[in-house]
């Protein structure tokens, strides 16, 4: 099992920046893929961002393109830069971890954070 918490969310005004971080636990080297998505009110789950743990090679959603950046570290903790802030940036983030490689499916991420809330004020 691996455990995934997420922190680091929090309210900020529009075009501010926030740090997003995810620690994981368990069995760590189970997964090959760690990503973020997020949800906001009354819309679906979408894809923000995913890092290969095998090559580091990173994949943006066209909307954060240029202003999130995903990282990780050595320990397969993974965060998320969040620049340039928009109102439209607003929803719950989740972290997600998964074996089935780079993709942008949440259906192929098996391990699930609990979610960190981030309110961009216009």
């Known amino acids: 099992q691996v455990q995934l918490v997420e922190s680091g969310g929090g309210l900020v005004q529009a075009g501010g920046s926030l740090r997003l971080s995810c620690a994981a636990s368990?069995?760590?080297?189970?997964?090959?893929?760690m990503g973020w998505f997020r949800q906001a009110p009354g819309k679906e789950r979408e894809f923000v961002a995913a890092?290969?743990?095998?090559?580091?090679?990173t994949d943006h959603a066209d909307s954060v393109k240029g202003r999130f950046t995903i990282s990780g570290d050595y320990a397969r903790n993974v965060y998320l830069q969040l620049n340039s802030l928009k109102p439209e940036d607003t929803a719950v983030y989740y972290c997600?971890?998964?074996?089935?490689?780079?993709?942008?499916?949440?259906?192929?991420?098996?391990?699930w954070g609990q979610g960190t809330q981030v309110t961009v004020s216009a």
């Open positions: 890092r290969s743990w095998r090559s580091g090679i």
């Open positions: 368990g069995r760590t080297s189970s997964y090959n893929v």
């Open positions: 997600a971890a998964g074996a089935n490689g780079l993709t942008r499916r949440d259906g192929a991420y098996d391990y």
